[in-house]
Protein backbone atom coordinates (compact mmCIF):
# COMPACT_ATOMS: atom_id res chain seq x y z
CA UNK A 1 0.00 0.00 0.00
CA UNK A 2 1.64 4.04 -0.95
CA UNK A 3 1.38 6.31 1.77
CA UNK A 4 0.95 9.33 0.59
CA UNK A 5 1.03 12.51 3.33
CA UNK A 6 -0.17 16.38 2.43
CA UNK A 7 -0.81 19.24 4.57
CA UNK A 8 -4.19 20.93 4.62
CA UNK A 9 -4.53 24.62 5.64
CA UNK A 10 -7.63 26.88 5.89
CA UNK A 11 -7.26 30.49 5.67
CA UNK A 12 -6.70 32.20 8.32
CA UNK A 13 -10.31 33.73 8.67
CA UNK A 14 -11.51 30.29 10.10
CA UNK A 15 -11.75 29.17 13.19
CA UNK A 16 -10.53 25.55 12.84
CA UNK A 17 -6.89 24.67 11.01
CA UNK A 18 -6.05 21.10 10.09
CA UNK A 19 -3.32 19.13 9.30
CA UNK A 20 -4.05 16.00 7.45
CA UNK A 21 -2.63 12.70 6.78
CA UNK A 22 -4.05 10.96 3.50
CA UNK A 23 -3.49 7.40 2.65
CA UNK A 24 -5.49 5.15 0.08
CA UNK A 25 -8.29 4.24 2.46
CA UNK A 26 -9.45 7.17 4.47
CA UNK A 27 -8.82 10.50 5.25
CA UNK A 28 -7.40 11.36 8.89
CA UNK A 29 -7.31 14.78 11.04
CA UNK A 30 -4.64 14.89 12.88
CA UNK A 31 -4.95 17.82 14.75
CA UNK A 32 -7.08 20.44 14.82
CA UNK A 33 -8.63 23.06 17.24
CA UNK A 34 -11.50 22.03 19.00
CA UNK A 35 -13.32 24.17 21.92
CA UNK A 36 -14.71 23.06 25.23
CA UNK A 37 -16.68 24.37 27.99
CA UNK A 38 -14.86 24.50 31.21
CA UNK A 39 -16.65 25.76 34.54
CA UNK A 40 -14.38 27.34 36.90
CA UNK A 41 -15.06 28.45 40.68
CA UNK A 42 -12.49 30.36 42.80
CA UNK A 43 -11.36 28.74 45.86
CA UNK A 44 -9.37 28.91 49.04
CA UNK A 45 -6.34 27.86 47.73
CA UNK A 46 -7.19 29.66 44.34
CA UNK A 47 -8.67 28.41 41.20
CA UNK A 48 -10.56 24.95 40.39
CA UNK A 49 -11.38 24.11 36.84
CA UNK A 50 -13.13 21.13 35.11
CA UNK A 51 -15.04 20.23 31.70
CA UNK A 52 -19.02 18.74 32.26
CA UNK A 53 -18.11 17.35 29.04
CA UNK A 54 -15.03 15.11 29.92
CA UNK A 55 -16.05 12.96 33.21
CA UNK A 56 -13.35 13.35 35.89
CA UNK A 57 -10.86 16.03 33.76
CA UNK A 58 -10.18 18.91 35.99
CA UNK A 59 -7.44 21.04 37.61
CA UNK A 60 -6.39 23.99 39.66
CA UNK A 61 -4.38 26.67 39.67
CA UNK A 62 -3.15 29.67 41.82
CA UNK A 63 -4.91 32.46 39.57
CA UNK A 64 -7.69 32.36 36.71
CA UNK A 65 -4.93 32.32 34.02
CA UNK A 66 -2.66 29.38 35.85
CA UNK A 67 -6.11 26.63 36.12
CA UNK A 68 -6.95 27.60 32.54
CA UNK A 69 -3.31 26.76 30.98
CA UNK A 70 -3.71 23.81 33.20
CA UNK A 71 -6.83 23.03 32.13
CA UNK A 72 -5.65 22.81 28.51
CA UNK A 73 -3.10 20.68 29.78
CA UNK A 74 -5.62 18.00 31.63
CA UNK A 75 -7.75 18.23 28.50
CA UNK A 76 -5.15 16.92 25.94
CA UNK A 77 -3.63 14.31 28.50
CA UNK A 78 -7.59 12.89 29.26
CA UNK A 79 -7.69 12.52 24.84
CA UNK A 80 -5.01 10.84 24.67
CA UNK A 81 -6.06 8.84 27.41
CA UNK A 82 -8.98 8.07 25.67
CA UNK A 83 -7.53 7.59 22.23
CA UNK A 84 -5.19 4.99 23.41
CA UNK A 85 -7.79 2.80 25.11
CA UNK A 86 -10.38 3.47 22.22
CA UNK A 87 -7.57 1.54 19.71
CA UNK A 88 -8.99 -1.66 19.89
CA UNK A 89 -12.64 -3.50 19.04
CA UNK A 90 -14.64 -2.26 16.43
CA UNK A 91 -16.21 1.35 16.37
CA UNK A 92 -19.38 3.00 16.01
CA UNK A 93 -21.57 6.15 16.06
CA UNK A 94 -24.37 6.91 17.46
CA UNK A 95 -27.21 10.10 17.05
CA UNK A 96 -28.27 11.19 19.86
CA UNK A 97 -30.84 14.12 19.68
CA UNK A 98 -32.03 16.56 22.52
Same mark, same amino acid.
Given at each position: +???? $?? *???? *? &??H &? %?? &???? =? %? ?7 ? +? !? /??? *???? /?????? =?? @? ?7 ? &?? $???? #? !???? #? ?11 ? @???? *????? /????V???
Open positions: +MRHV $QY *TCNR *T &AG &A %NS &AYCA =F %NSRRLHHLS +M !E /KRY *TVSI /KQTDEG =FS @VWVPGLPGC &AS $QGHS #E !EEAL #ENIQDAIQEYLAV @VDEL *TQEGE /KREVVQR
